[in-house]
């Protein structure tokens, strides 16, 4: 997951280092199972909420959790809403171009399509993706019609609704919604972007080699890798 269109007016950054202040905001979204989502006691939970303790805890940091929506996230975590970005974003070129990035802490991984009939026209029909992401820039490419929504759960609407033909978004995230039999996977896995990373303010270099020195220990220990087996499928874990 995985936003693409930045403003340019974004690449000021703000003062202030997020370790001058005693708590470290963590944004996430909240909508994007398993990576993260609101549990029923409305906190946040899942894969990144539990990776994200334990890597504040490894740095010494004491964390709190904030939601903000997905089509606005880098914006926010640049004019100072919070200190990171945890939400299942991938690794990019244009985005290292605006915010910095911690070293992957999810695998490069494949993105795929699901339908609710196997003969549907990927490259010249209607094909839902979340804004922002790398997912809808890929479809813009293919020659297919782009519908953009602002959440995953709305991609999915409209492929049961018959108002697009698929959807285009992380294996892992589409993946789930094959097992009522209703809709399934169309097409081939596309691989793309550079691996699922912590994204921080250009100027939090100190905050970034604290929770870099957090993945890299969950990565030798093999915590990392029983985390991802956890919340995804067995063998994720290739740490």
């Known amino acids: ?20 202040q005693d708590v470290v ?5 909240g ?66 171009e605006v915010i910095d990035f911690t070293q992957d802490y999810y695998p490069p991984t494949a993105s795929i399509y699901i ?4 003969g549907v026209d990927l490259k010249g029909g209607v094909v839902a993706a979340q804004t922002g992401t790398i997912q809808a820039s890929y479809v813009a490419e293919t020659g297919a019609t782009l519908l953009e929504f602002a959440t995953g759960d709305e991609t999915i609407a409209a492929v049961q609704s018959g108002e697009a033909d698929a ?7 589409l993946l789930p919604y094959t097992e009522s039999g209703e809709l399934m996977v169309v097409g081939e896995e596309v691989p793309l972007g550079g691996g699922v990373g912590m994204g921080l303010r250009e100027s939090d270099t100190e905050l ?23 919340y995804f499928e067995e063998g994720t874990g290739t740490y």
């Open 167 to 173: 959807v285009f978004a992380d294996k892992d995230f």
């Open 1 to 20: 997951m995985n936003k693409l269109i930045l403003s340019t007016a974004l690449v000021a950054l703000t003062a202030g280092g997020a370790l001058a």
């Open 115 to 118: 339908a609710m009939d196997e």
């Open 208 to 230: 970034k080699e604290k929770f870099d020195a957090a993945i890299t220990s969950m990565k030798e220990d093999g915590s990392l890798n029983a985390l991802l087996d956890k």
């Open 25 to 29: 905001r963590m944004g996430t979204e």
């Open 31 to 96: 909508q994007y199972p398993p990576y993260n989502f609101i549990d029923d006691n409305g906190e946040v939970a899942g894969f990144e909420r539990e990776l994200g303790d334990e890597m504040c805890a490894r740095a010494g940091l004491t964390c709190e959790w904030v939601t903000n929506d997905w089509d606005s996230i880098i914006p926010n975590l640049v004019s100072g809403n919070y200190d990171t970005i945890i939400a299942g974003m991938s690794i990019t070129d244009e985005r290292d």
